[in-house]
Protein backbone atom coordinates (compact mmCIF):
# COMPACT_ATOMS: atom_id res chain seq x y z
CA UNK A 1 0.00 0.00 0.00
CA UNK A 2 1.23 3.53 -0.99
CA UNK A 3 1.36 6.11 1.22
CA UNK A 4 -1.27 7.91 -1.04
CA UNK A 5 -3.51 5.04 -0.35
CA UNK A 6 -4.01 6.29 3.33
CA UNK A 7 -4.57 9.77 2.32
CA UNK A 8 -8.35 11.31 2.38
CA UNK A 9 -10.60 11.99 0.06
CA UNK A 10 -11.13 15.42 -1.57
CA UNK A 11 -8.03 18.30 -1.75
CA UNK A 12 -4.58 16.42 -0.76
CA UNK A 13 -2.49 17.45 1.91
CA UNK A 14 1.23 18.49 1.43
CA UNK A 15 3.80 17.53 3.51
CA UNK A 16 6.72 20.26 4.38
CA UNK A 17 9.14 18.71 7.33
CA UNK A 18 12.21 20.58 7.57
CA UNK A 19 14.84 18.34 9.32
CA UNK A 20 11.97 16.35 10.09
CA UNK A 21 10.44 19.09 11.72
CA UNK A 22 6.98 20.52 10.89
CA UNK A 23 7.41 24.08 9.26
CA UNK A 24 3.96 25.86 10.06
CA UNK A 25 1.46 25.26 12.69
CA UNK A 26 -1.58 23.10 12.39
CA UNK A 27 -4.70 24.39 9.92
CA UNK A 28 -7.80 25.50 11.29
CA UNK A 29 -10.92 25.84 10.13
CA UNK A 30 -11.60 29.87 9.22
CA UNK A 31 -13.40 31.19 12.64
CA UNK A 32 -16.15 32.80 10.10
CA UNK A 33 -17.14 29.88 8.56
CA UNK A 34 -17.08 27.90 11.92
CA UNK A 35 -19.46 30.44 13.13
CA UNK A 36 -21.78 30.17 10.12
CA UNK A 37 -22.10 26.53 10.22
CA UNK A 38 -22.64 26.17 14.05
CA UNK A 39 -25.69 28.92 13.99
CA UNK A 40 -27.10 26.88 10.81
CA UNK A 41 -26.69 23.88 12.85
CA UNK A 42 -27.40 25.11 16.26
CA UNK A 43 -30.49 25.96 14.88
CA UNK A 44 -32.23 22.49 14.90
CA UNK A 45 -33.77 20.85 17.69
CA UNK A 46 -31.86 18.79 19.83
CA UNK A 47 -28.40 19.18 18.35
CA UNK A 48 -25.11 19.16 20.08
CA UNK A 49 -21.28 19.45 19.02
CA UNK A 50 -18.67 17.05 19.95
CA UNK A 51 -15.16 18.63 18.90
CA UNK A 52 -12.47 16.50 18.16
CA UNK A 53 -9.32 18.78 18.89
CA UNK A 54 -6.55 15.74 18.21
CA UNK A 55 -4.62 18.11 15.69
CA UNK A 56 -1.98 17.15 13.27
CA UNK A 57 -0.57 19.88 11.15
CA UNK A 58 -2.44 18.71 8.01
CA UNK A 59 -6.13 18.21 10.04
CA UNK A 60 -7.93 20.91 11.76
CA UNK A 61 -9.64 20.14 15.01
CA UNK A 62 -13.38 18.58 13.89
CA UNK A 63 -16.71 19.88 14.91
CA UNK A 64 -19.21 17.34 14.41
CA UNK A 65 -22.84 18.26 14.70
CA UNK A 66 -25.32 15.64 16.24
CA UNK A 67 -28.37 14.41 16.34
CA UNK A 68 -28.55 12.03 19.43
CA UNK A 69 -24.91 10.94 19.29
CA UNK A 70 -25.44 10.17 15.71
CA UNK A 71 -23.15 12.93 13.09
CA UNK A 72 -25.18 14.76 10.52
CA UNK A 73 -22.43 17.46 9.60
CA UNK A 74 -18.61 17.42 10.37
CA UNK A 75 -16.72 20.60 9.98
CA UNK A 76 -12.71 20.04 9.45
CA UNK A 77 -10.10 21.69 7.57
CA UNK A 78 -7.35 19.99 5.64
CA UNK A 79 -3.95 21.54 4.18
CA UNK A 80 -4.29 22.17 0.42
CA UNK A 81 -1.66 21.11 -2.14
CA UNK A 82 -0.72 24.61 -2.03
CA UNK A 83 -0.09 24.54 2.05
CA UNK A 84 -3.44 26.55 2.59
CA UNK A 85 -6.42 25.48 4.61
CA UNK A 86 -9.18 23.86 2.56
CA UNK A 87 -12.34 23.99 4.59
CA UNK A 88 -14.58 20.74 4.24
CA UNK A 89 -18.23 19.85 5.19
CA UNK A 90 -19.30 16.79 4.98
CA UNK A 91 -23.00 15.76 5.31
CA UNK A 92 -25.67 12.70 5.21
CA UNK A 93 -27.72 12.61 1.49
CA UNK A 94 -29.99 10.53 0.18
CA UNK A 95 -29.41 8.33 -2.99
CA UNK A 96 -30.96 10.63 -5.82
CA UNK A 97 -29.86 14.08 -4.19
CA UNK A 98 -25.92 12.81 -3.33
CA UNK A 99 -25.75 11.12 -7.43
CA UNK A 100 -26.99 14.89 -8.07
CA UNK A 101 -24.46 16.91 -6.40
CA UNK A 102 -21.29 14.41 -7.48
CA UNK A 103 -22.26 14.93 -10.95
CA UNK A 104 -21.82 18.56 -11.06
CA UNK A 105 -18.11 17.81 -9.61
CA UNK A 106 -16.23 20.69 -7.62
CA UNK A 107 -17.01 21.99 -4.99
CA UNK A 108 -19.07 18.73 -4.03
CA UNK A 109 -17.14 14.91 -3.82
CA UNK A 110 -17.53 11.40 -2.57
CA UNK A 111 -15.36 11.41 0.90
CA UNK A 112 -14.07 8.11 1.84
CA UNK A 113 -16.48 8.36 5.15
CA UNK A 114 -19.36 6.40 3.69
CA UNK A 115 -21.86 5.64 0.56
CA UNK A 116 -24.88 7.89 2.22
CA UNK A 117 -22.28 11.35 2.72
CA UNK A 118 -21.51 14.11 0.82
CA UNK A 119 -18.31 16.24 0.89
CA UNK A 120 -18.37 20.40 -0.09
CA UNK A 121 -15.41 22.34 -0.09
CA UNK A 122 -16.57 25.54 1.41
CA UNK A 123 -14.56 28.64 -0.06
CA UNK A 124 -15.23 32.32 -0.93
CA UNK A 125 -17.50 31.04 -3.47
CA UNK A 126 -19.79 28.74 -1.49
CA UNK A 127 -23.69 29.15 -1.82
CA UNK A 128 -24.46 29.54 1.76
CA UNK A 129 -28.45 28.99 0.76
CA UNK A 130 -27.30 25.46 -0.75
CA UNK A 131 -25.54 24.75 2.58
CA UNK A 132 -28.04 25.52 4.49
CA UNK A 133 -30.72 23.42 2.90
CA UNK A 134 -28.07 20.26 2.58
CA UNK A 135 -27.55 21.07 6.27
CA UNK A 136 -31.10 20.65 6.99
CA UNK A 137 -31.54 17.88 4.96
CA UNK A 138 -28.58 15.68 6.63
CA UNK A 139 -30.24 16.56 9.95
CA UNK A 140 -33.73 15.32 8.52
CA UNK A 141 -31.94 12.17 7.50
CA UNK A 142 -31.17 11.39 10.64
CA UNK A 143 -33.36 13.15 13.65
CA UNK A 144 -36.67 11.57 14.50
CA UNK A 145 -40.06 12.43 12.96
CA UNK A 146 -41.10 14.18 15.56
CA UNK A 147 -38.43 16.41 15.41
CA UNK A 148 -38.37 17.00 11.65
CA UNK A 149 -42.10 17.46 12.47
CA UNK A 150 -40.78 20.65 14.30
CA UNK A 151 -39.15 22.23 11.02
CA UNK A 152 -42.17 22.02 8.73
Known sequence: MTDTENEPAGPPPSHVDVGGARASSPVEVREHILERIRTLCLALPE????????????????????????????????????????????????PDERKALLSTGHPFFAP??????????????T???????????SYRILAPRKLTALLD
Request: proline residues 1%; glycine residues 6%.
Open 112 to 125: RSGRDRIAVVLNGD
Open 47 to 94: VTVRVDASLTRTRSTAHSFEIRRRSFCLLVAREGSTGNPVTLLVLRAD
Open 127 to 137: DWVEIRELVTE
